[in-house]
C-alpha cells in the first residue's frame, strides 16, 4: 500500500498534474537553475479543499487552482509560493483571499474571478511586479484606496461584473495601465486625474445604468486611448476634450439619453463626432457676448483683483485709482432691504455695468 500511495504521488498520473516539477532525488534535484518553469495544475477536481502538498512549493512558478468548489486558501500555501509568477483561481467559491498574498514579490498575473469576494486585502499592495489582475464576476464594493500607488506597473485592471461605486483615487497613479475594464458595474463617476494614464488604450465603464451620469474632462486626454465603451448609461452630454481623441478607433456610446452630441452626430462616425467637439471646444457658435464678461467687468471695475485678496487693494484700470470690493465691506441685510426698491435700483444691469464714477474715499 504505501509502494502504491508513493506512485500516485510521484507518477505522472497521479491526482493532481505537474509539469516539470521532480519530486524524486539524486540527478532530479540537481542544480534548479538549469530546470525549466514549473506548473502546478490542479484545475477542474472538484475539490473543496487543496490537499496537503509535500512538494517544494518554492519552485512552482505557475499555479493554477481553478474550477473548484475551494472556499479558502490556506495562508501557509500562499506564503511559500515565492517564486510564483502566475496565480489562477478563478471559479471557486472564495469569500476572501489570504493576506499571505503579499508576500508573492514576483506575482505578475492574478486571477481571482468568478469568486464570492467581496473585498481584495490590503496586502495586495505588495505585489508590486503584477502586471495584470483579473477580478470579474466577485462582489467587490469597493477596491483598495491606495491600489495605484504602489502597483506602478499594472497593465491590465479588469474588474468587470461586481458592486463597485467609485474607483480608487490612486488609479490615476497606474502610469503602465493599458487596459481598464470597469463595466457592469455601480459606478457614479470616474475617478479625478484620468488624464494622467498616458499609456491607457481601451476603457471600458459601459452598463452602469443609471449610476453614470457624466464623464470628467480628463477623458479627452488620453493620448493613446484607441477603444472607448460608455454605452447603456445615463450620460447626456460628452466632454468637449473628447474632440482630441485621435487615436480612437472603436466608440460606443448607445443606450444614453444623448444631447450633446446628438446621437445622430455620433452615429455618423467618429470624425463627425470629433469635428463636433471639437467646434465646441473652440466656441464656434457660442455668443461672445458670455467670453467677454469677465474682462468687462474688470474694465469696468464691476469687480477687481481686491476682492480676491485680503485687505484692501487698489489697482489701477486703464489709469484711474479704483478700490476693489472685500467681503468685509459688505453688511448684512434684513428681509425689508432687500425688498426696498432702492436696495433693488442698486441691482439694475444699468448700474451695474455702466463707468465706475469716482467718489472721495469715507473714513
Not at 48 to 58: A, F, K, N, Q, R
Not at 103 to 117: A, H, R
Not at 285 to 307: H, N, Q
Amino acid at each position: 500500500m504505501r509502494d502504491m500511495g508513493e506512485k500516485r504521488r510521484h507518477g505522472p498520473h497521479g491526482g493532481h498534474h505537474v509539469h516539470g516539477v521532480g519530486f524524486g532525488v539524486g540527478h532530479a534535484e540537481h542544480d534548479d537553475k538549469h530546470r525549466e518553469p514549473k506548473k502546478l495544475d490542479m484545475s477542474g477536481m472538484s475539490m473543496d479543499t487543496i490537499p496537503h502538498l509535500s512538494m517544494p512549493l518554492g519552485n512552482i512558478t505557475t499555479l493554477d487552482l481553478s474550477n473548484n468548489n475551494l472556499q479558502s486558501i490556506p495562508e501557509s500555501i500562499i506564503a511559500r509560493l515565492l517564486n510564483v509568477v502566475v496565480l489562477d483561481v478563478r471559479s471557486n467559491q472564495l469569500k476572501s483571499l489570504p493576506n499571505s498574498i503579499g508576500c508573492l514579490s514576483k506575482l505578475k498575473v492574478l486571477n481571482v474571478s468568478g469568486n464570492l469576494i467581496q473585498e481584495l486585502p490590503a496586502t495586495i499592495e505588495e505585489c508590486r511586479a503584477l502586471e495584470e489582475l483579473n477580478a470579474n464576476f466577485n462582489q467587490l464594493t469597493k477596491l483598495p484606496d491606495t491600489l495605484g500607488f504602489e502597483l506602478h506597473g499594472l497593465r491590465r485592471l479588469s474588474v468587470n461584473s461586481n458592486k463597485i461605486a467609485y474607483l480608487p483615487s490612486s488609479t490615476s497613479h497606474m502610469m503602465a495601465l493599458r487596459s481598464l475594464d470597469a463595466r457592469l458595474n455601480c459606478l457614479r463617476e470616474l475617478p479625478d486625474g484620468l488624464e494622467n494614464l498616458g499609456n491607457l488604450e481601451a476603457l471600458n465603464v459601459s452598463q452602469n445604468f443609471q449610476y453614470l451620469r457624466e464623464l470628467p474632462y480628463g477623458i479627452g486626454l488620453l493620448v493613446s486611448l484607441r477603444e472607448l465603451d460608455v454605452s447603456y448609461n445615463a450620460i447626456a452630454a460628452l466632454p468637449d476634450s473628447m474632440g482630441c481623441l485621435t487615436k480612437l478607433a472603436r466608440f460606443s456610446a448607445a443606450g444614453n439619453p444623448l444631447v450633446c452630441p446628438p446621437m445622430d452626430v455620433v452615429e455618423q462616425g467618429l470624425d463627425t463626432m470629433r469635428a463636433y467637439l471639437t467646434a465646441r471646444m473652440n466656441g464656434v457658435g457660442k455668443e461672445r457676448k458670455k467670453k467677454g464678461w469677465v474682462p468687462k467687468l474688470i474694465k469696468y471695475s464691476t469687480f477687481s483683483a481686491g476682492m480676491m485678496t485680503p485687505g484692501r487693494a487698489t489697482n489701477k484700470v486703464h489709469g484711474n485709482a479704483t478700490e476693489g470690493l472685500l467681503m468685509s465691506d459688505y453688511r448684512s441685510l434684513d428681509g425689508g432691504a432687500v425688498a426696498s426698491p432702492g436696495f433693488l435700483s442698486m441691482l439694475s444691469p444699468r448700474r451695474l455695468f455702466s463707468p465706475r464714477r469716482n467718489s472721495p474715499k469715507h473714513h
